[in-house]
């Protein structure tokens, strides 16, 4: 099949799949109102196929001269990883800050199933691994990853008697020489109720008592016993706010129940092997991070402009408490685009796989979720309290009320009244409503907790600093006689010792 249109996708989620959104079974994704408007944030992957601009962008043609979308394309080396880092900033910036959500996700699972296949050495693993990621790029499919177990008690493992059921985590409940039976629930899943198929990985380090838990597979979004429960998302400008002709674009994240599906076994990439079950959770965040990195970008430069629009709107753009708050979102932009790029140019090479470098991807992921609300705090305090307290639309265009609210909440003389209440809609709708909670929230825990961030950068820097402590220790005077472990140390430590000598 190759490529599929815009039209193409849209149509394939018409089917029975079990979505439910506030308390109601939807009976079509693509017409649900609020769901349709996560169908057209998805479908910005398709329509940039389409187009002339994006098309080398979105798509690559393989040595076999088939065209198939850039996220299922097998990266070599950092360019590839860079052209990819392109695609998700330019599709986020298409989606006004959202990314489309659908292939970039699922390529990262996919990706990290792969690299695990190959760390196990098993050759059904890499047989389906290479089987799935040829049925994504054939059909061209969407693919949302569901890691995150709903976990009962978090201080509890999995097969934990002390856990109120033994179904916090997904498990294998039954098995033949056909497929697997899965039963459990996987929570916050972005995009899900209209992919095309769930990638499902775990989510934790094991130990033999949790081999059940141990497992990963795929299946079809509408497969019999998978279950959706949405949360309601942000449908963009009500009637109360000023109207906006651009696309309103944002996604729900689901609920996904497991009520005993059964899976193929060409479709299970895992099933038992705890040991590994960390390699496929960590080669996923190490990966999936950079992917955050990437699309907050495009977020993070809206905040920006918003920020230095208001602050001359309202006319404080030259001050200096003003300007240090304006370049606090100005580093914090350009060290996550440096981040997000460094991790690329330092990609490292994971079960055969070229990956961004991980350490600096989860740096480029902290940096962007430990500073959020910071900036969140700058912006807000430029803006003032208006952004709060202002009038709404309906005030606006009633003719009573206008002539007051265009001479009082004007700014600066060069700008409209109207415009200015615009670009505090904006700053409420995205920062200060139900939407920015989200945000916040997002910006903490999607792609994993701070801590989560912590763990692995702690990790990934454990070899410098021990080389960092030699150096410390030779500069302190104390002897040191191991070696340096990192190459680049070796002749600097060489000649240090030489010197002194
Ligand atoms: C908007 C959004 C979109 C998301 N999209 C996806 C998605 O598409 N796919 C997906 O798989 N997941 C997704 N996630 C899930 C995300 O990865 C999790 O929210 C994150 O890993 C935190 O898990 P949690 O929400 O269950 O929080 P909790 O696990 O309850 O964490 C809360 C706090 O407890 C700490 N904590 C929890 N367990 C432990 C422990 N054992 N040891 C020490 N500290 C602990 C955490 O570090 C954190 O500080 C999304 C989340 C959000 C908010």
Known sequence: MGLRTLEEYVSSL????????????????????????????????????????FRDLATVTTDSGEAISRYYYVPKDS??????????????RLGGGVIPFTKDVGSDAMNAVSIVANIMGKSEYLERAEEYRRHLQKNDLSVACAMTDVKGDRGK?????????????VRVVDRDDKGIVVRGAKVHITAAPYCNEILVLPCRNLSQADADYAVSFAVDAGAEGVVQICHPMDRGPGALEFPVDMPWRMHTD???IFDDVFVPWERVFLCGEYDAALHLVYNFAYIHRHTAASYRIPMSEAMLGMAYAIAKYNGVLRYAHVRKKLVEIMIYVDTLKSMANASCINAVVHGGLPIPNPKLSNIAKYHFANNYHNCVKALQDIAGGIVVTGPTYKDYMNPEEKPYIDKYLGGTADVSTEDRLRMLQLIRRVFA??????SEILALHAEGSLAAQELMVFGESLAEAEEYQKMAEMAAGIQVDTPPTLPEYEKVYKALREMRD
């Open 433 to 438: 409503s139900d939407l920015g909670g989200y």
């Open 157 to 169: 493992h999995p097969s934990s008697p002390e856990q109120a059921h033994p179904d916090y985590y």
């Open 254 to 256: 689901s609920l996904i």
């Open 14 to 53: 018409q089917d029975d799949r079990a979505v439910y959104i506030l308390g109601e079974k939807v009976e079509d994704v693509t017409t649900d109102p609020m769901l349709e408007i996560g169908v057209k944030t998805a479908g910005i992957d398709y329509r940039m196929g389409e187009m002339d601009d």
């Open 79 to 92: 360019e590839d990883l860079l052209k990819r880092h392109e695609l998700m900033v330019t599709a986020t």
